[in-house]
């Protein structure tokens, strides 16, 4: 049986990317996003879900290239003077990883952002982490961990099998995409033992920033059997933000793909679209 939830990431990152986000969910297929609750544009972010009942809100951590939640003085070791997380992936995940001093204040980070969450009055319908940092084993557990105590149910694991890209159209698999796939299984123990849902499968990945309507299309015809998470960056237009964080981005293309008929088409075959996360 196949289930596919269809999702947008960095709800609150800009006004641009929020709006889509509501047009998405409105005239498309979009059925959650992913909120940063220090993100520039949160507050209109949060006053949008307010005003659409039926869209499904989740966390959006943010522990790298982002802003924080807590205040520099708090968290010296976690970001810059003006509260903004690094972009350096590996020193990050090294620093998590071997120093006590740093976990403790990412504990505390993690905590702050799902008390954020708490604060907006929203339903918690998931959580992830910006750029996949919940595969690393400090942070996901911390995050599981915070998210525990405030209601947290799901979250997603980023495993994308080839097969479906293959026969979607231009994939070509690397040694990276495979090591990936493969430390996937941490975070899906981590979440399983702690009673969490999880999703079998997550697109988007490859195709980040690029997930346009011919590809989406064909890709929803060829989904595999079980529950699988697509998701995408949609924005109306873009700003200086987005073009500093993300210039390759497709981001009016992927707004275009989740509103497509193609792509609902392609769907038609799935039960019960849009699905959520805490839908049984």
Known sequence: MKRVIVSADDFGLSEEVNEAI????????????????????AADAIA???????????LHLVVIEGPATLPPADIPSLVDRD????????????NYFFRPGVRRQLAAEIEAQFAAFARTGLT????????????????????IESGLRHGLRAIRVPLEPPEPLFAAGTYSDSPGAAALRRWTGVLRRQAHRAGLRTNDWCFGIAWSGHMTTDRVA???????????EIYFHPATAKNALIDRVMPDYEHAAELAA????GFRAG?????ALPTTWTQD
């Open 22 to 41: 509501e047009i998405a969910h409105r005239d498309g297929l979009l059925s959650t996003a992913s909120l940063m609750v220090a993100g520039p544009a």
């Open 48 to 58: 949008r879900a307010r005003r659409l009942p039926g869209l499904h809100v989740g």
């Open 267 to 271: 769907l038609s075959h799935c039960r």
């Open 218 to 228: 064909a890709l929803a015809a060829h989904l595999p059997d079980g529950l699988s």
């Open 124 to 143: 918690l319908d998931h959580a992830n982490a910006h750029k996949h940092m919940h595969l690393h084993p400090t942070v996901g557990k911390l995050m």
């Open 83 to 94: 509260g903004q997380f690094p972009s350096n992936q590996l020193e990050l995940g090294i």
């Open 258 to 261: 989740l509103c497509s008929p």
